[in-house]
């Protein structure tokens, strides 16, 4: 389903770039729902899921959606101070690395917050001292996952998988204010972030819009 999804446009968008592939890479902090949301986007088991705040992605690990679009799984930061500076220099080498004959590969950073988390002291340090200093801002896209827990259960519809008013109302709120954190913590203007819920399957379409209509038309710049 994902797979096929607007899959001629971007395959007309590869060519137009002159690349065999439109790398992604996947980003959040511990806990964020990481590789639930590969699992959802793949349609199967592909990435292993942790429980609770315990990191499951401890390598860096890439899965082919089709043959013009493949995300690369990253281990997630705030887990401990050792870890963290483990992962953020695998982050780094990530985004500098070669492949597929392209120097600095990686296209678009997606990075994932929680929807029931209101301390984005990480997220933020992430894109701080990572993702901003080393990579081109409007390449940078922010999606909320868990959606269904934003308010702790409340308001989620689990007969249809989806939330109700009072959710939908506290979720658009959510992403407004994140808009607003995040250019006043890091000087971004992020796009308008889509909140969803990978558990349920709930604005996966809407998080490949976003993917998808924001995916460049050039080659990225190397940040110097």
Not at 17 to 22: E, K, T
Not at 38 to 44: A, D, F, G, H, Y
Not at 173 to 187: A, D
């Amino acid at each position: 389903m994902y797979q096929k999804y607007r899959y001629n446009e971007l395959k007309q968008k590869a060519a137009q770039v002159g690349i065999n592939f439109f790398d992604i890479m996947v980003t959040g902090v511990t806990g964020a729902g990481k590789s639930t949301t590969l699992n959802s986007l793949c349609e199967k088991n592909v990435a292993r899921v942790g429980r609770g705040v315990a990191p499951e992605t401890m390598r860096i690990d890439c899965y082919k959606l089709n043959d013009v679009f493949q995300l690369w799984d990253t281990p997630g930061l705030g887990d401990c101070t050792k870890n963290d500076i483990d992962h953020s220099k695998q982050l780094y080498e990530l985004l500098y690395k070669e492949y597929d004959n392209k120097y600095g590969f990686i296209d678009m950073v997606l990075v994932i917050l929680e929807g029931s988390s209101k301390d984005m002291g990480t997220t933020y340090k992430l894109l701080n001292d990572i993702i901003v200093p080393n990579f081109q801002k409007e390449r940078i896209l922010v999606a909320v996952n868990q959606a269904d827990v934003a308010m702790k259960g409340r308001h989620w519809d689990f007969n249809r998988q989806e939330p109700e008013q009072p959710l939908v109302e506290y979720l658009e709120e959510k992403i407004k204010s994140i808009q607003s954190r995040v250019k006043e913590s890091t000087g971004v203007s992020i796009n308008k972030p889509v909140y969803y819920s990978a558990e349920y399957g709930y604005n996966i379409y809407k998080l490949m819009d976003m993917i998808i209509d924001n995916m460049p038309n050039m080659r990225r710049k190397l940040v110097a």
